[in-house]
């Protein structure tokens, strides 16, 4: 079984930075790509980055050179830093994870950009 919890969101000031972790309290096996997406309100689901078991990884280019994602397989755990951070980076954050064809979710964690 797969459980994925995020943690790290809260508000932060244009130009700030967070650090946003996804610990699986499940199992790791079969688990491929592992990413963070994030949805404003009537908005869909976007992908923000991914990356895989390798470190391999994918970015958005709305976020490419100012969010990082990194992965801590013996941890569990997934991370994204985002630094200089933009009011349009306010969204609900979900972690997510991919066994064969099956997608998992996390709950999301808020993160809001403004003075």
């Known amino acids: 079984q797969v459980q994925l919890v995020e943690s790290g969101g809260g508000l932060v000031q244009p130009g700030g930075s967070l650090r946003l972790s996804c610990r699986n309290s499940?199992?790791?096996?079969?688990?491929?790509?592992m990413g963070w997406y994030r949805q404003e309100p009537e908005k869909e689901r976007e992908l923000v980055a991914s990356?895989?078991?390798?470190?391999?990884?994918n970015y958005a280019d709305s976020v490419k050179g100012r969010f990082t994602i990194s992965r801590d397989n013996a941890a569990k755990s997934i991370y994204l830093q985002m630094d200089s951070l933009k009011p349009e980076d306010t969204a609900v954050y979900y972690c997510?994870?991919?066994?064969?064809?099956?997608?998992?979710w996390g709950r999301g964690t808020q993160v809001t950009v403004s003075l």
């Open positions: 499940g199992s790791m096996s079969g688990i491929g790509i």
């Open positions: 997510n994870a991919a066994r064969s064809l099956v997608l998992y």
């Open positions: 990356i895989t078991r390798s470190g391999a990884q």
